[in-house]
């Protein structure tokens, strides 16, 4: 029996899946070079999701050593804002690499529709030609 709050040591689900992740981040990069190649966005648009993605990574990994040590928390509307401005590849990582944010399942549905709605915006963007 386990206690209240202790952690199997058994494999732990959640976060997108390998195949979810994968499916994004490779969306994410056919709308990216799509795009750049054919000049319907500017190219500094890949340096700014590299960014985002290292700043949320980096949001992510605060927010689990505050967890840890019991510190005041990242706010989940910072966490998922990150991502929807184009960090979310960062944040799967952190969910993969860390194990953060990887379970509840309110902030995984949130998290994947910030997904969705920043593909949807990019590859809107890239449609207009902005």
């Known amino acids: 029996m386990r206690r209240h709050g202790a952690r199997s ?3 732990r689900r959640g976060g997108p899946s390998p ?5 994004s981040i490779a969306a994410l990069l056919l709308v990216l070079t799509a795009a750049t190649a054919t000049h319907r ?13 290292l700043l949320c990574f980096a949001l992510y990994a605060a927010d689990k050593s505050a967890a840890q040590a019991g510190r005041w928390r990242t706010p989940e509307s910072t966490l998922l804002t990150a991502g929807l401005i184009g960090g979310w590849p960062g944040a799967i990582a952190a969910h993969h690499l860390l194990r953060h944010k990887s379970v509840k399942p309110s902030f995984r549905v949130a ?20």
């Open 111 to 130: 998290f994947h529709l910030t997904v969705a709605a920043e593909l949807a915006a990019l590859s809107w963007w890239a449609w207009l030609g902005l």
């Open 9 to 11: 040591s058994g494999p």
């Open 41 to 53: 966005l500017p190219g500094w648009i890949w340096a700014w999701h590299a960014a985002a993605s």
């Open 19 to 23: 195949l979810v992740a994968g499916l």
